[in-house]
T-cell receptor, first 111, second 114 residues
C-alpha cells in the first residue's frame, strides 16, 4: 500500500528566507504531484513530476523528484506572505488511478 | 474556462438523514474522482469514474456511500443514514482522460452531520 509522508507538518518562516518541504513515499510511484490549498478553498495544482531527476520551477517555488530515494522536495526561495497556505504532495501509481496524499505542510510566512 | 463545480457548498443535516452531493466536472473530462478531507488531513480517495462506470470504488468506507455518473458527466455522491463521523469536506476532481493526467479539484462540499 502506497503511503505518503510530509514534513514538517507546520512551518513558520520569515519573509525573505528559504526553506524546503519534504515528501517521502513508501513504494514505487509513477507520478508525484504538488498542490496548494488556501484556508477554506480547494486544491490548486502546482507541479507534476514525471521521472527521476525531474525539476520544475514556478516563481519562488521549485519542486524536484528523486525516485531512487522515494523523495520529492518543494523548495521555497525568498518567501513572501502570499505563499502562506497548506501544501500537499500526492503520489500516483499507473493503473491505480487514485492519488494518495500526504498530511500536508501548513506554511505561514511572517512579515 | 469553467472549472469543477460542486453543490451545495455547505450541507448541514441530522444524524440518520440521507444526503446527495453533486459534482459537475470540467467539460470534456472523462475521469471523475471523489475524495473526502477531514480537518487537518489530506484528501482521501473514495471512488473513481471513467465515463459512466465506477472503475475503482475501493475507497468508499461502507455500503452507506454510493456514487453515480449516469451520463458520463455530472456525478452524485449519495450518503444514507448519515453519521457524525461522515462530517468532512467532500472534494470532487476531474481529469482529461484519467491515468496520470492532472486532477483538477472543485471547491468542495462541507458536510456537517449533527
Amino acid at each position: 500500500e502506497l503511503k505518503v509522508e510530509q514534513n514538517p507538518l507546520f512551518l513558520s518562516m520569515q519573509e525573505g528566507k528559504n526553506y524546503t518541504i519534504y515528501c517521502n513515499y513508501s513504494t514505487t510511484s509513477d507520478r508525484l504531484y504538488w498542490y496548494r490549498q488556501d484556508p477554506g478553498k480547494s486544491l490548486e495544482s502546482l507541479f507534476v513530476l514525471l521521472s527521476n531527476g525531474a525539476v520544475k520551477q514556478e516563481g519562488r517555488l521549485m519542486a524536484s523528484l528523486d525516485t531512487k530515494a522515494r523523495l520529492s522536495t518543494l523548495h521555497i526561495t525568498a518567501a513572501v506572505h502570499d505563499l502562506s497556505a497548506t501544501y500537499f504532495c500526492a503520489a500516483l501509481n499507473f493503473g491505480n488511478e487514485k492519488l494518495t496524499f500526504g498530511t500536508g505542510t501548513r506554511l505561514t510566512i511572517i512579515p | 474556462g469553467a472549472g469543477v463545480s460542486q453543490t451545495p457548498s455547505n450541507k448541514v443535516t441530522e444524524k440518520g438523514k440521507y444526503v446527495e452531493l453533486r459534482c459537475d466536472p470540467i467539460s470534456g473530462h472523462t475521469a471523475l474522482y471523489w475524495y473526502r478531507q477531514s480537518l487537518g488531513q489530506g484528501p482521501e480517495f473514495l471512488i473513481y469514474f471513467q465515463g459512466t462506470g465506477a472503475a475503482d470504488d475501493s475507497g468508499l468506507p461502507n455500503d452507506r456511500f454510493f456514487a453515480v455518473r449516469p451520463e458520463g458527466s455530472v456525478s452524485t455522491l449519495k450518503i444514507q443514514r448519515t453519521e457524525r463521523g461522515d462530517s468532512a469536506v467532500y472534494l470532487c476532481a476531474s481529469s482529461l482522460g484519467g491515468g496520470w493526467e492532472t486532477q483538477y479539484f472543485g471547491p468542495g462540499t462541507r458536510l456537517l452531520v449533527l
